[in-house]
Every structure is written in structure tokens, then in C-alpha cells.
């Protein structure tokens, strides 16, 4: 199983950028789903999350400029990024609880990290 990240780049401040990521492997099926930030110098950070119910969650500093979607059939999840900040410059790296089966077809749940993406958003 591996997440495999898409998108991302540089961008002037209020800029729009799409960030994606598709599961794949051997995925029974996704759970919470989401994108997480790291800036340099700062700890990685919750950027938003959505559930296996389209439940969405957003840290206070991207709400109303981010939306995060999935798309459950195909292990995807995407954040779109509008009226960008210098501030939201970092590596984003999206993330998933999984259920995924080994090869008796037995069912386990574990989290799983992409490699990252560079955001940079220019004044």
C-alpha cells in the first residue's frame, strides 16, 4: 500500500493550487483521509481531514480558503487550495487510515503517509 501525493508547485499569494493523492495496494477501504503541512523550523501540522462520511474537519487558519474532497471509490483524496497566503508555504503531505487485506485476506487497519508535496506561495 502506498500513497502517491500530485500537484502542489508555486504560486502568488492569492493563487488557487490543487493538491492529490490516490491510494493504492491492497485496500479493503479508506477511512479518514486528509492533508497535513509542514512548514521549515515548525512541526507538521493538521491542514484538514474527512471521514469515510464526508465529515470535514479544518485547521482555523485554512477554513473558508481550503476544501478537501474524496473520492471513496478510487482511494482519493484532493484539497483545493484558494486566495493563497505566504503562510500556507510548506511541504503538504496527505495521509489515510486504511483498512487493507495481506495475502490470507485477512483485514487490518493502519495509517499511511505520502512522501510530500512543496506548496511555496510567493508575495
Known amino acids: 500500500v502506498q500513497l502517491q501525493a500530485c500537484g502542489g508547485g508555486l504560486v502568488q499569494a492569492r493563487g488557487s493550487l490543487r493538491v492529490s493523492c490516490i491510494a493504492s495496494?491492497?485496500?479493503?477501504?479508506?477511512?479518514?483521509m486528509g492533508w497535513y503541512r509542514q512548514a521549515p523550523g515548525k512541526q507538521r501540522e493538521l491542514v484538514a481531514t474527512?471521514?469515510?462520511?464526508?465529515?470535514?474537519n479544518y485547521a482555523g487558519s485554512v477554513k473558508g480558503r481550503f476544501t478537501i474532497s474524496r473520492d471513496s471509490a478510487k482511494n482519493t483524496v484532493s484539497l483545493q487550495m484558494n486566495l493563497l497566503k505566504p503562510e500556507d508555504t510548506a511541504v503538504y503531505y496527505c495521509?489515510?487510515?486504511?483498512?487493507?487485506?495481506?495475502?490470507?485476506?485477512?483485514?487490518?487497519?493502519?495509517?499511511?503517509w505520502g512522501k510530500g508535496t512543496q506548496v511555496t506561495v510567493s508575495s
Open positions: 495521509y489515510a487510515n486504511l483498512n487493507y487485506y495481506n495475502s490470507q485476506g485477512r483485514v487490518y487497519v493502519k495509517d499511511y
Open positions: 495496494g491492497n485496500i479493503f477501504s479508506a477511512n479518514r
Open positions: 474527512i471521514t469515510s462520511g464526508d465529515s470535514t
